[in-house]
């Protein structure tokens, strides 16, 4: 059985730091197999790519609004796939998505296989 989870959400004020956690089902998904992405999903808008990790050969990706700001890590041994996110603002306010698909990142939501359940990020100003 797939499973994603998402964890690490909450409110924060702006210019704030949270950490997103996402704990893969080593059945079915293997972190150091499978590219692993973070996308969100703000209210009343489309789910939008935020960040991705591929394993081999090794590579990040950001989108432009979160570069310098956010960092997506992975700890091979826990197959968990993190978020750190620095400088928050209001504009990040979002519900957030890991997921997960074989070989290297993709920036389109139609290209993961996986997904977890979401975690929500509140920014006050």
């Known amino acids: 059985q797939v499973q994603l989870t998402e964890s690490g959400g909450g409110l924060v004020q702006a210019g704030g730091s949270l950490t997103l956690s996402c704990a893969a089902s080593?059945?079915?998904?293997?972190?150091?197999?499978?590219?692993m992405a973070w996308f969100r999903q703000p209210p009343g808008k489309e789910r939008e790519f935020v960040a991705a990790?591929?394993?081999?050969?090794?590579?990040?990706n950001y989108a432009d609004s979160v570069k310098g700001r956010f960092t997506i890590s992975k700890d091979n041994a826990k197959n968990t796939v993190y978020l750190r996110m620095n400088g928050l603002k209001p504009e990040d306010t979002a519900a957030y998505y890991c997921?997960?698909?074989?070989?290297?990142?993709?920036?389109?939501?139609?290209?993961?296989?996986?997904w977890g359940q979401g975690t929500q990020v509140t920014v006050s100003s």
């Open positions: 997921a997960a698909r074989p070989g290297l990142y993709s920036v389109s939501v139609g290209s993961y296989n996986y």
């Open positions: 990790l591929s394993w081999r050969p090794y590579s990040t």
């Open positions: 080593e059945r079915t998904v293997n972190v150091n197999a499978y590219a």
